[in-house]
């Protein structure tokens, strides 16, 4: 079957760093993206990992494991605007992509 | 720049009656999507065209309608069979095998 699953909500602090993860089920698998979308607005792409390993971009940075069907987002030296849902997808060939249902992230001062 | 627009932002209707919803982009690509978001769900793919008059029902197909004339252009028509329609509603782009990276703003729809 094809499944996604990733925490509802996390709450941290401002300065700290926070790790959301997300596991998955996908036949064909393809890659992992991860996005970023505050309330009432379009998803903004951060990260694509289709090997293993890490991928480093500024603040954030993105894990994947495919052996174990793993990815987790890390976010560094949180601010205030990085409060906002974000949201897993994995892709099965070329235009099936299967998304998470969001994780809320609340950054407190 | 490049980008996708979508129009309107906020859109109303009545029960019964058909809406259509514009979706433009000025990328060049081939591929463009239509998603659904509901509160506390995530992204649910409605329909998909690879390429010019070429289009793919998605997962939840049932009381939409597109169509694919032009490569920049991909509306999608909300009929009255569509049972729950109000909802935001996504459109996207991208170049195949290069990763879904383009989102427009969203239009949402509230039927009455």
């Known amino acids: 079957g094809q499944n996604i699953d990733q925490p509802t909500e996390m709450t941290a602090t401002e300065g700290a760093i926070v790790q959301i993860n997300c596991t998955y089920q996908t036949s064909g698998f393809n890659g992992l993206f991860w996005y970023q979308q505050h309330a009432g607005e379009a998803p903004t792409f951060l990260s694509y990992?289709?090997?293993?390993g890490l991928e480093e971009k500024g603040r954030f940075s993105s894990f994947l494991s495919r052996s174990k069907g793993y990815s987790y987002l890390l976010l560094k030296e949180l601010q205030m605007k990085d409060s906002a849902s974000y949201l897993c997808?994995?892709?099965?060939?070329?235009?099936?992509?299967?998304f998470g249902t969001g994780t809320r992230l609340k950054v407190l001062a | 720049d490049g980008g996708i627009t979508q129009s309107p932002k906020y859109l109303f209707r009545k029960e019964g009656q058909n809406v259509t919803l514009s979706c433009e982009q000025n990328?060049?690509?081939?591929?463009m999507y239509w998603y659904r978001q509901d509160p506390g769900q995530g992204l649910r793919l409605i329909y998909y065209s690879q390429i010019v008059n070429d289009f793919q029902k998605g997962d939840i197909a049932e009381g939409y309608s597109v169509s694919r004339e032009k490569k920049e252009s991909f509306p999608l028509t909300v009929t009255s069979a569509q049972k729950n329609p109000t909802a935001f509603y996504l459109c996207a782009s991208s170049i195949p095998d290069r990763g879904l990276k383009f989102f427009g703003p969203g239009t949402r729809l509230t039927v009455l």
């Open positions: 990328l060049n690509h081939d591929a």
């Open positions: 997808a994995s892709t099965s060939g070329t235009y099936k992509y299967i």
């Open positions: 990992n289709v090997l293993d």
